[in-house]
T-cell receptor, first 113, second 114 residues
Framework: DGGITQSPKYLFRKEGQNVTLSCEQNLNHDAMYWYRQDPGQGLRLIYYSQIVNDFQKGDIAEGYSVSREKKESFPLTVTSAQKNPTAFYLC????????????FGPGTRLTVT | AQSVAQPEDQVNVAEGNPLTVKCTYSVSGNPYLFWYVQYPNRGLQFLLKYITGDNLVKGSYGFEAEFNKSQTSFHLKKPSALVSDSALYFCAVREKEYGNKLVFGAGTILRVKS
């Protein structure tokens, strides 16, 4: 899992509540990403950020929000507008100068009931 | 848009036998291709990548992949499978125009039996 940490590992929330997932990296990577993983669907991109104070919507951004106030941090908020939030969430980072491979955190499993 | 396909949901192989996990791609321009492995309830681990150069790419844990431009394939291979190789494998392609995001295949479950 490299130098990327995600917390918590498991998260339980009631429907209608917003919840924030943490992602921190110490790899000095410029770019950071949030993916959602559902069984049989691979990974889908929620948001990405290439530099501090800038981020872009991915393929499934509705019901999610992010911020990038520091290079090391890229928290994801799952809002009550997300209709099906129960999933495994993965954060990743990459260098834009070389390689392009992304390094992933250990993930957060969110369950909303 | 770039895409990859993994035609097999699951691959079964006996320990000690060679393994192949298939991936085909559809891209405009030169593809940047990647293989990742995921163990249960864990993040993805990077195995190897193809950007340019030799068509046979060597990666972590004895894995290698063969880039075939004419067949638009990037199959993952290992000469001798281990039970510990049992996991979920993802092929991915880089989308240069979208922050270098990765587009993933649906994944292939590899089961190695002793």
């Amino acid at each position: 899992d490299g130098g990327i940490t995600q917390s918590p590992k498991y998260l339980f929330r009631k429907e209608g509540q917003n919840v924030t997932l943490s992602c921190e990296q110490n790899l000095n990577h410029d770019a950071m990403y949030w993916y959602r993983q559902d069984p049989g669907q691979g990974l889908r991109l929620i948001y990405y950020s290439q530099i501090v104070n800038d981020f872009q919507k991915g393929d499934i951004a509705e019901g999610y929000s992010v911020s990038r106030e520091k290079k090391e941090s890229f928290p994801l908020t799952v809002t009550s507008a997300q209709k099906n939030p129960t999933a495994f969430y993965l954060c990743a980072s990459s260098s834009l100068m070389r390689g392009y491979e992304q390094y992933f955190g250990p993930g957060t499993r969110l369950t909303v009931t | 848009a770039q895409s990859v396909a993994q035609p097999e949901d699951q691959v079964n192989v006996a320990e000690g036998n060679p393994l192949t996990v298939k991936c085909t791609y559809s891209v405009s321009g030169n593809p940047y291709l990647f293989w990742y492995v995921q163990y249960p309830n864990r993040g993805l681990q990077f195995l190897l990548k193809y950007i340019t150069g030799d068509n046979l790419v060597k990666g972590s844990y004895g894995f290698e992949a063969e880039f075939n431009k004419s067949q638009t394939s990037f199959h993952l291979k290992k000469p001798s499978a281990l039970v510990s190789d049992s996991a979920l494998y993802f092929c991915a392609v880089r989308e240069k125009e979208y922050g270098n995001k990765l587009v993933f295949g649906a994944g292939t479950i590899l089961r190695v039996k002793s």
